[in-house]
């Protein structure tokens, strides 16, 4: 195979400097690996699969093996260090965290590139047998916060009471509140409490006001979700939620609008301050809830494993993430002209990411 033939060139007596790893030519023969190896988030899944299929079938590489554990769990493998034990990419769809890039760093993986590859808006979706439901941040917030403030207005929180979704609102329906969404580990549950819980919970002045006087206290209050049985965390599975919520009309899940719009004959996406998600309104900005999504690559893998190179080409080529490429087709939102530009040379000279930028 074409990797192992790059590798048996070496010779008996080369030896191979991989980072803070080494390895002789006969620990190359045992472990090198003559495929990409991808992790992270399964938002970012379907698009690395297409991607990978396409470089597979016209790159005169193996196809690339895509993993979805997460994008935090994904960071772990990544940051775990550097050798073919450990993943090349790391999918996310959130921007790595200032820690993740130090841990990183502590495990010898000093050069990573960051790279962007467009937009997705994160959809409460239901099933297309159950109505419409025009809904607001701060009703999200209401309905998910695990303390709520006190419904008679005091300035402090309580274990959240709210059972349905008339008690937050009379004008929406007497159904019971019931939401399937991502677990900690996701970058989807990061963004959700950042777009949607942070913000529906800044509606409340004292609430906002925290967010200068007291960042954990503000954090503890939009950030912590209940687990009351209103929120079901679902895995990392999105598929498995759509199919739940075909099977409960009344139940609604969160999560990236690629799956909304692959699953379009089975669920509907919930208008969000009177938008409804839609390729068109994430991408002019409307649809409030969106958010970018990345892939990071740990560049001592580059000359190393076969058809790294090749493949980020192909991720970051017009016919993959432009305006009419074949992600855009998936879901994925491009981003503008200048965007792209830019991060397609940041893939061509394998720009260096700096735990400070974060």
């Given at each position: 195979?074409k990797?192992?033939?790059?590798?048996?060139g070496?010779?008996?007596?080369?030896?191979?400097t991989?980072g803070?790893i080494?390895?002789?030519?006969?620990?190359?023969?045992?472990?090198?690996?003559?495929?990409?190896?991808?992790v992270?988030?399964?938002?970012?899944?379907?698009?690395?699969?297409?991607?990978?299929?396409?470089?597979?079938?016209t790159?005169g590489?193996?196809?690339?093996?895509?993993e979805?554990?997460?994008?935090?769990?994904?960071?772990?493998?990544?940051?775990?260090?550097?050798?073919?034990?450990?993943?090349?990419i790391?999918?996310?769809?959130?921007r790595?965290?200032?820690?993740?890039?130090?841990?990183c760093?502590?495990?010898?993986v000093?050069?990573?590139?960051?790279v962007?590859?467009?937009?997705?808006?994160?959809?409460?979706?239901?099933?297309?047998?159950s109505?419409?439901?025009?809904?607001?941040?701060?009703?999200?917030f209401?309905?998910?916060?695990?303390?709520?403030?006190?419904?008679?207005?005091?300035?402090?929180?309580?274990?959240?009471?709210?059972?349905?979704?008339?008690?937050?609102n009379?004008?929406?329906?007497?159904?019971?509140?019931e939401?399937l969404g991502?677990?900690p580990t996701?970058?989807t549950?990061?963004?959700?409490?950042?777009l949607?819980?942070?913000?529906g919970?800044s509606?409340?002045?004292?609430?906002?006001?925290?967010?200068?006087?007291?960042?954990?206290?503000?954090?503890?209050?939009?950030?912590?979700i209940?687990?009351?049985?209103?929120?079901?965390?679902?895995?990392?599975?999105d598929?498995?939620?759509?199919q739940?919520?075909?099977?409960?009309?009344?139940?609604f899940?969160?999560?990236g609008?690629?799956?909304?719009?692959?699953?379009?004959?089975k669920?509907?996406?919930?208008?969000?301050?009177?938008?409804?998600?839609?390729?068109?309104?994430i991408a002019?900005?409307?649809?409030?809830?969106?958010?970018?999504?990345?892939?990071?690559?740990?560049?001592?893998?580059?000359?190393?494993?076969?058809?790294?190179?090749?493949?980020?080409?192909?991720?970051?080529s017009?016919?993959?993430?432009?305006?009419d490429?074949?992600l855009?087709e998936k879901g994925?939102?491009p981003?503008?002209d200048?965007?792209?530009?830019?991060f397609?040379?940041?893939?061509q000279?394998?720009?260096?990411?700096?735990?400070?930028?974060?």
């Amino acid at each position: 195979m074409k990797g192992k033939k790059i590798f048996a060139g070496l010779g008996v007596a080369a030896a191979l400097t991989f980072g803070a790893i080494t390895f002789n030519s006969n620990a190359i023969a045992d472990s090198a690996r003559d495929y990409i190896s991808v992790v992270g988030s399964s938002t970012v899944y379907p698009f690395a699969t297409v991607v990978a299929e396409q470089f597979g079938k016209t790159a005169g590489f193996k196809t690339p093996k895509i993993e979805s554990t997460g994008t935090g769990g994904g960071m772990k493998l990544f940051c775990g260090g550097v050798g073919v034990q450990h993943p090349d990419i790391a999918n996310a769809s959130r921007r790595m965290k200032k820690s993740e890039c130090e841990m990183c760093d502590k495990n010898g993986v000093k050069d990573i590139l960051e790279v962007k590859i467009g937009y997705d808006g994160i959809v409460l979706g239901a099933s297309k047998k159950s109505s419409a439901m025009n809904i607001t941040r701060k009703e999200l917030f209401l309905a998910l916060a695990a303390n709520v403030p006190e419904p008679g207005g005091a300035e402090s929180v309580v274990p959240n009471p709210y059972k349905t979704w008339k008690d937050i609102n009379p004008s929406l329906p007497a159904n019971k509140i019931e939401v399937l969404g991502p677990p900690p580990t996701s970058g989807t549950r990061d963004a959700f409490v950042e777009l949607v819980m942070e913000v529906g919970g800044s509606e409340f002045a004292w609430i906002k006001a925290l967010e200068k006087a007291d960042k954990d206290k503000f954090k503890s209050i939009c950030h912590t979700i209940r687990e009351d049985g209103a929120y079901i965390e679902a895995g990392e599975n999105d598929n498995l939620i759509v199919q739940k919520l075909d099977a409960n009309p009344s139940a609604f899940g969160i999560f990236g609008f690629s799956f909304l719009d692959q699953n379009g004959d089975k669920i509907q996406g919930t208008p969000v301050e009177g938008v409804v998600p839609t390729f068109e309104a994430i991408a002019d900005g409307k649809y409030s809830v969106s958010r970018p999504l990345y892939f990071y690559v740990k560049k001592a893998h580059v000359d190393v494993i076969p058809g790294m190179k090749e493949y980020l080409k192909e991720f970051a080529s017009e016919k993959a993430w432009g305006e009419d490429g074949y992600l855009s087709e998936k879901g994925l939102i491009p981003m503008p002209d200048d965007e792209r530009k830019s991060f397609s040379k940041d893939v061509q000279t394998l720009k260096n990411l700096s735990c400070g930028d974060l």
